[in-house]
């Protein structure tokens, strides 16, 4: 219990609360919309943004947040415009990302401070800062999925249906590419570029095996990702490993029982 009493470990705490919500909201569009390569492919993408951070000397978050936007509309514009396969383009972007990043941290000078925080994450670095740019994030989409939750479900289940009812389906893809965008790149502090891609995905698949419910799946989205981030939190402390490593895991585990469970119940 004393863990409780550095502010650095309440900051987590918060973190992943604010991290659930956001993933939690954001991966259960992205499961029902089929768009989970393409967050990879915008997660690592942001890595050339964390590198040109370094190498400018900036804020490395807001150049990923930059590179993550333009990475999540490019592809959705090459693909729909440009007569170019998405699975092309979303491999197009994550090549040039990671590229990119290499390329900048291999020219910074100096020492890369905390990189391995960004790759495979670190929430106990977390700061007040991201603390901040999460709560706006997480009021963002709870006010925008409590006015419009119709629309995007519409959307991320039959879009076609969806422009028969005259619903501006471009533009809630845009607005939801750029919200995935957001997300991902304000959660790299909690599991890190290379297992940010299962946060957003593993307890929304978890859920949909309990349940079809748009809403059940969101919002125990929410409630699985938060306790999974804070065992994973403790397990990290204890033994002096990346957090984001743990908390991958106990989701691998928990969908792995919730599967066993429901073949056994067939049986």
Known sequence: ???FQYEFFQNALIGSLLTAVAC??????????????????????SFGGLGLGFYLGVNPILTAMV??????????????????????????????????????ISLTPGYVPNLSAYLFGNILMITESDLMWLFFLVLVLIVLFSLYLREIVYVAFDPDFAYTQHLPVRFIEYVMMCLIALTIVLSIRLVGIMLLMS??????IT??????????????????????SVVGLFLSYKLNAPSGAFIILLFVVFFL??????????R
């Open 1 to 3: 219990m004393e863990l």
């Open 24 to 45: 939690g909201l954001v991966g259960t569009y992205i499961v029902a919309r089929r768009l989970v390569f393409i967050s990879g492919g915008i997660t690592h993408a």
């Open 67 to 104: 590179f993550a936007i333009l990475s999540a509309f490019g592809v959705e514009w090459v693909s729909r415009s440009q007569g170019i396969r998405e699975d092309s383009a979303i491999a197009g972007v994550w090549s040039l990302g990671m590229a990119l990043g290499v390329i900048f």
């Open 199 to 204: 946060l957003l995905t593993l307890p929304q």
């Open 207 to 228: 859920m949909n095996l309990l349940s079809s419910n748009f809403k059940k799946i969101m919002w125990f989205s929410v409630l699985f990702g938060f306790l999974g």
């Open 257 to 266: 029982i919730v599967k066993a469970i429901k073949a056994n119940r067939r």
